[in-house]
């Protein structure tokens, strides 16, 4: 059975250290702002990620990769705290380019793909190593912090609920409300 998008996106929290995270959010959002390059990623395969990752996060119920910016968080990671997976990135996208041509032999790039095409490919592809690093970079980029780049204009926190908020009041939650009653 195929995970819902809220079950990627609340499993995918823990998996690499805040500094680390920190920076590829920083780059994320100075290339959004400045209009940047990419660091780690030829703009050509870029623009092939972004297509895979708007279908693990599409946009089609709320906010997806795209409106996140999330292709600016790969390629952050991909020159900092992942730098060891640009080879894995490189080499699943030439598997995806053979699938893809396997399966569409008329195509040329997975962004040209209709949306149900793009859909097949990534069914095709969701059990290789790569496709599991790209869904992790996807969902952190779209839940991190809008300060830094990814989760552009806070879309991702937006979608999931999360009040970006400097400060809550008691009581935080059901135990917390239970306390305050006197139970234990």
Known sequence: MPLSRRE???TACGIVSLPELAAAFQH???AVV???GFEALPADLAVEVEALASQILPSHDGPGA???GVI????RALHTFDAGKKDLY??????VARTRKK???????VAGLSEA???ELVRAIENTPFFEVLRTHTVLGFLGSPEYGGNRGGVGWAYIGFEDRMSFQPPFGYYDAEAAKGKP
């Open 28 to 30: 994320a959002h100075q």
């Open 72 to 75: 600016y968080f790969i390629d």
């Open 103 to 109: 399966l569409f032999p008329n195509s040329s790039t």
């Open 66 to 68: 795209k409106e996140a």
């Open 8 to 10: 990627i996106l609340a």
């Open 90 to 95: 490189l080499r699943g996208m030439e598997e």
């Open 117 to 119: 095409e793009q859909l």
């Open 34 to 36: 400045a209009g940047a």
